[in-house]
């Protein structure tokens, strides 16, 4: 299988100064250090609270921000050596798809407009782009006669279908998905996930699916990434992962489940103990360490690597957790 993704130490750091005068500029390490390949036609799930980087990450994939370091190889490009016909070839082969339907679509542009602004943008024949625009509706399910309706005069679901009907148009290779079924009721979210998983079938796409809702990973993905504060901590196969959680933090999600979504919390029992903590200026240890209950005196000093733990899994822990006999 070819690598679609091959991310290697790739940083996306913000420094934030208090205003023009202020020296003492800080450093938000948003995404720090990652690692991560992702194989043609696979779906990779990415988790993590509220604020670990997982949009960041995104917009680093999407060319919507720069990286500050390391390396982003997307299907054979080297993002920060493209010249701009790469760039051209990138913008056709990832599209997007956000949660909230309101940021995705232009509420005074038809559902077809909608649909045929990025062919038009990339020159594709206003007659061509028509056509294609019903098309990509069949696939999504929707009849065409939604063409020349408003976003307004739409559901949360049909919406987010013209959403992915949109990310379509180009016959992209990579869907970034960042949240894409969280602003929906939960029987329409199964539609939509099961659409996704019906294209990314026929289509063999590449899926990146940020989320904080363990049970859609585990529905949909074949890989979980987990994130904590601009780290990836672990990586591997669904059932490993959720099987067999070899990060603390990782544990404790799982155990955790339904809570990671912030709207939902204080509902449920608190997801860990203690603060999740700052990105800004992170010491030397893990990131993890004041929360870990496995944590010990070399926790504190060093930041451990993600490494293979066999099984296709990858983690960063001194003190990686056992399989339970
Ligand atoms: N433009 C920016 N300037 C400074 N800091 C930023 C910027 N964008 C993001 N950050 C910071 O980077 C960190 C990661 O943010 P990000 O939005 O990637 O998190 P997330 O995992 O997507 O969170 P959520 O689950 O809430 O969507 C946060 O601390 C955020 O405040
Ligand atoms: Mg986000």
């Known amino acids: 299988m070819a690598k679609m993704v091959e991310l290697e130490k790739l940083e996306k750091h913000f420094k934030i100064s208090k205003g023009m005068f202020d020296t003492d500029h800080r450093v938000v390490r948003a995404v720090d250090q990652v690692s991560l390949s992702i194989e043609e036609g696979e779906i990779v799930g990415l988790v993590g609270e509220s604020g670990s980087g997982k949009t960041t990450l995104a917009r680093v994939l999407l060319s919507l921000t720069k990286m500050t370091g390391g390396k982003a190889m997307i299907d054979g490009v080297d993002l920060s050596r493209a010249t701009k016909k790469d760039m051209k070839k990138l913008h056709r082969e990832i599209a997007v798809v956000f949660q909230d339907p309101a940021s995705n679509l232009n509420p005074r542009q038809t559902v077809e407009s909608s649909i045929m602004r990025p062919m038009v943008i990339h020159g594709v024949p206003r007659a061509e782009a028509q056509n294609k625009a019903k098309e990509v509706l069949d696939m999504v399910k929707m009849d065409r006669r939604y063409l020349d309706s408003f976003p307004h005069q739409l559901s949360g679901g049909q919406l987010q279908r013209i959403a992915i009907a949109r990310a379509l148009a180009l016959s992209p290779k990579i869907m970034i998905l960042d949240e894409p079924t969280s602003a929906l009721d939960v029987s329409v979210q199964a539609q939509i996930l099961n659409l ?82 700052s990105l800004i200026n992170i010491g030397t240890g893990c990131r993890f360490f004041a929360r870990c209950k496995y944590a010990t005196s070399e926790c504190e000093k060093e930041d451990p690597e993600i490494l293979s733990a066999g099984n296709g899994h990858q983690v960063a822990c001194l003190h990686p957790l056992k399989i339970e006999p």
């Open 196 to 277: 996704l998983l019906d294209l990314q079938e026929k289509m063999n796409l590449t899926y990146l699916v940020i989320t904080h809702d363990l049970n859609v990973i585990r529905y949909i993905s074949d890989k979980i990434a987990v994130m904590y504060l601009g780290k990836l901590v672990e990586f591997g196969p669904t059932e490993e992962v959720t099987g067999h959680p070899k990060h603390p933090y990782t544990k404790g999600l799982m155990d955790a489940a339904p809570i990671l979504d912030p709207r939902l919390r204080g509902r449920e029992k608190e997801l860990m103990k203690g603060d999740p903590g």
